[in-house]
């Protein structure tokens, strides 16, 4: 019994691990296992932008694609891939995080400088703050809907001050620090003036780098920018004629733009490019050695069962 056990733990493992190998040698979405020969790539930036990963679901994709990790990661498959002759930037996202947006574009400037291939960005409902710092930076063009909602050009730090809260229902917070500033940002105390200097200086500071970002991008004076950069949205139609985006169009007009920059034609060939797969979600590594684990401890309580029983029956 025990070496039945062990051999089909065994085969289990080969199993799936020849099924590994063969998702990972075949990620593409290729129709009819024959491979693109030119096409545009387009990479899919949707809900709130974040540093890191986003969670994934075995049962579908992403609940949102804007985690940096994925993003930075398709941006350079895109740029190894010879076949990939443009960039698509498939944007539907309110903004997020400041360090995920300069995370991204510093992968999009690597994309620019390892193979001279447009980018074009294309916004759906919105594109603004940290998602029109990735339109803007490396972008040759960017087209937005009439009705889109973009620009947003600002920092904002949010404090929430519960101390008041906190007396009403009788809870009183306390702490040991190190330093006079280490609890900055506490909820249960008000903000002293030399820390609102201090967070002020930082939200300056980054507020500065998205002025240059667009700036240097969209080929604007910036003292022109921050006259538009107070965190106010603008409607496409706005945008245009402020010069934050250059055509107002949808997905398909910014994938002819494409076209036409690459002599791929007006309806050019696209493949998504896409993170990790649900299939090899569920079947990496991570997992095969999860398997591994539960087939030794398998072997080892039958092991000690058997032992059992052998000292029962003496």
């Not at 500033?181 to 300056?204: A, F, G």
Request: proline share 3%; with cysteine; net charge neutral.
């Amino acid at each position: 019994m025990l070496k039945k056990i062990f051999i089909s733990a065994v085969l289990l493992i080969a199993v799936l691990s020849f099924i590994v190998s063969l998702l990972k040698g075949n990620n593409s979405s290729d129709k009819g296992g024959v491979q693109l020969r030119s096409y545009v790539a387009v990479v899919d930036i949707s809900g709130t932008i974040v540093s890191g990963t986003v969670d994934e679901t075995l049962l579908g994709s992403q609940v949102s694609s804007g985690g940096s990790d994925s993003i930075m990661r398709q941006i350079r498959a895109a740029a190894e891939d010879s076949n990939a002759k443009a960039l698509v930037l498939r944007i539907n996202s309110p903004g997020g995080s400041v360090t995920a947006a300069e995370e991204i574009g510093r992968e999009l400037a690597r994309y620019k400088e390892k193979t001279g291939r447009p980018i074009i960005s294309t916004m759906g409902d919105m594109g603004a703050s940290a998602a029109y710092w990735i339109a803007a930076c490396q972008s040759d063009k960017i087209y937005a809907n009439a009705s889109t909602l973009t620009g947003s050009i600002g920092v904002y730090m949010p404090y929430l001050n519960t101390e008041e809260l906190y007396k009403k229902i009788g809870l009183q917070a306390d702490k040991i620090k190190s330093g006079t500033h280490k609890d900055i940002l506490s909820p249960d105390r008000p903000m002293t003036p030399e820390e609102k200097v201090i967070l002020q200086n930082m939200v300056n500071e980054m507020y500065g780098q998205f002025v240059e970002v667009v700036a240097q991008g969209r080929k604007m004076d910036p003292a022109r920018v921050r006259t538009l950069a107070d965190g106010r949205v603008y409607t496409g139609k706005q945008a245009k004629a402020l010069g934050l985006v250059d055509e107002i169009g949808n997905y398909y007009d910014a994938l002819t733009e494409a076209g036409h920059l690459t002599g791929l034609g007006d309806v050019p060939t696209t493949k998504a490019v896409e993170g990790r797969s649900r299939w090899r979600m569920l079947l990496d590594a991570d997992l095969q050695n999860l398997l591994r684990i539960e087939a030794r401890n398998l072997l080892e309580n039958k092991a000690l069962d058997t032992s059992g029983l052998s000292g029962a029956k003496g």
